[in-house]
T-cell receptor, first 106, second 115 residues
Framework: GIQVEQSPPDLILQEGANSTLRCNFSDSVNNLQWFHQNPWGQLINLFYIPSGTKQNGRLSATTVATERYSLLYISSSQTTDSGVYFCAVDGSRLTFGEGTQLTVNP | GAVVSQHPSRVICKSGTSVKIECRSLDFQATTMFWYRQFPKKSLMLMATSNEGSKATYEQGVEKDKFLINHASLTLSTLTVTSAHPEDSSFYIC???????????FGSGTRLTVV
């Protein structure tokens, strides 16, 4: 099956800092999503982005499908951005990476 | 995307009992729903694909008799953990995909604790 690797596994930031999360995948995919899992476990869809670039407020994402990677940018981070960020790709089934645990300190 | 409701959000049960978790698609008729399991500090693993009106498709290594899935209508899929044991304690979460080119939407999850 498709392998999904996310980096870094852990990230600690001061409020206001910017960050880039990366997702590499091993094969062609039909789509790719970025999720934020909050402390209560809810998975919140951030982007549905099989290719190209999208922006939503302080967040943006870019997927380069031909090179099999995606990047999630978080600018001017806030404490509420803390949580786990997952990349998930859809080949024959939705496969998740191991996630990036983000902690934003005040 | 679709709106998905999952209940209960948290349940504690005794070893040997069964627990039923419901996943409802509120605004979309879902012929297929997906059930995932997540261990603490770990990623989500697909357990099974629930198919309306037919048998679920289980991933390798998932016990069919332990995790019973029923998808009797286009808006409801249920996961029953039978004869639960402490090792079944986990976070269970369902999802739907509104269309092939649409993203997946997830329920709020159920945290199961077996004591």
């Amino acid at each position: 099956g498709i392998q999904v690797e996310q980096s870094p596994p852990d990230l600690i930031l001061q409020e206001g800092a910017n960050s880039t999360l990366r997702c590499n995948f091993s094969d062609s995919v039909n789509n790719l999503q970025w999720f934020h899992q909050n402390p209560w476990g809810q998975l919140i869809n951030l982007f549905y982005i099989p290719s190209g670039t999208k922006q939503n407020g302080r967040l943006s994402a870019t997927t380069v499908a031909t090179e099999r990677y995606s990047l999630l940018y978080i600018s001017s981070s806030q404490t509420t951005d803390s949580g786990v960020y997952f990349c998930a790709v859809d080949g024959s089934r939705l496969t998740f990476g191991e996630g990036t645990q983000l902690t934003v300190n005040p | 995307g679709a709106v998905v409701s999952q209940h209960p959000s948290r349940v504690i049960c005794k070893s040997g009992t069964s627990v039923k978790i419901e996943c409802r698609s509120l605004d979309f008729q879902a012929t297929t729903m997906f059930w995932y399991r997540q261990f603490p500090k770990k990623s989500l693993m697909l357990m099974a694909t629930s198919n309306e009106g037919s048998k679920a498709t289980y991933e390798q290594g998932v016990e069919k008799d332990k995790f019973l899935i029923n998808h009797a209508s286009l808006t409801l899929s249920t996961l029953t953990v039978t004869s639960a044991h402490p090792e079944d304690s986990s976070f269970y979460i369902c999802s739907v995909q509104a269309g092939f080119w649409d993203g997946y939407t997830f329920g709020s999850g159920t945290r199961l604790t077996v004591v």
